[in-house]
């Protein structure tokens, strides 16, 4: 089982421009959460996908969107960016998207904006 | 919504002697809460779960424990190598049933040979 896996690692864009992060979930979930992790930060939990829908979001604007294909893996597109946008972006993905259980975690991108 | 503290300065320790981080929170108890391990520029791994019915969690040198009167969480990781220098985040989830998990800055651990 590969796990969670995230394309691209590293991620170099301009301000202005858009950019598409993905994510194939753990073999068997069909829940997908993506975080924003700024440096010396916690994770911040931006949406989450189950059933190719939004089902929750964190306070994030409406530069950031996403989608979630029907093989369960998922994409994060932000478009404008700033430089404040400069984060590692981490996908999670879970067996459960309502009860509590632990989240499985890529090894994530990370996005410079210059 | 839910605060979490989680003491920002590093803990350097002796190999072999008992870590303990604290995470403390804020408003509501939540329905469990969960510790992850996070290595620079990787994703967090998870570590432990504990419910609000669950007094104390073990899982080898692991043991995590969960004060919902307190609102307070212990994590403390026995005889310490090397190898368990990283990051340790805790988390939560933001509603009651919900997985979306709000997480602390984390407390970086270093142990020194």
């Known amino acids: 089982d590969a796990g969670v896996t995230q394309s691209p690692t590293h991620l170099i864009k301009t301000r202005g421009q858009q950019v598409t992060l993905r994510c194939s979930p753990k073999?068997?979930?069909?829940?997908v959460s993506w975080y924003q992790q700024a440096l010396g930060q916690g994770p911040q939990f931006i949406f989450q996908y189950y059933e190719e829908e939004e089902r929750q979001r964190g306070n994030f604007p409406d530069r950031f969107s996403g989608h979630q294909f029907p093989n369960y893996s998922s994409e994060l597109n932000v478009n404008a960016l700033l430089l404040g946008d400069s984060a590692l972006y981490l996908c999670?993905?879970?067996?459960?998207?309502?009860?509590?259980?632990?989240?499985?975690f890529g090894q994530g991108t990370r996005l410079t904006v210059v | 919504s839910q605060k979490i503290e989680q003491n920002s300065e590093a803990l350097n320790i002796q190999e072999g002697k008992t870590a303990t981080l604290t995470c403390n929170y804020t408003n509501y108890s939540p329905a469990y809460l969960q510790w992850y391990r996070q290595d620079p520029g990787r994703g967090p791994v998870f570590l432990l779960l504990?419910?609000?019915?669950?007094k104390e969690k073990r899982k080898e040198r692991l043991k995590v424990t969960f004060d919902t009167t307190l609102k307070q969480s212990l994590f403390h990781i026995t005889a310490s190598q090397p190898a368990d220098s990283a990051t340790y985040l805790c988390?939560?989830?933001?509603?009651?049933?919900?997985?979306?998990?709000?997480f602390g800055k984390g407390n970086q651990v270093v142990v020194i040979p």
């Open positions: 988390a939560l989830p933001m509603g009651y049933g919900n997985n979306r998990l709000a």
């Open positions: 073999s068997g979930h069909d829940t």
């Open positions: 999670a993905s879970s067996p459960d998207w309502l009860s509590g259980t632990e989240a499985f």
């Open positions: 504990i419910r609000e019915n669950e």
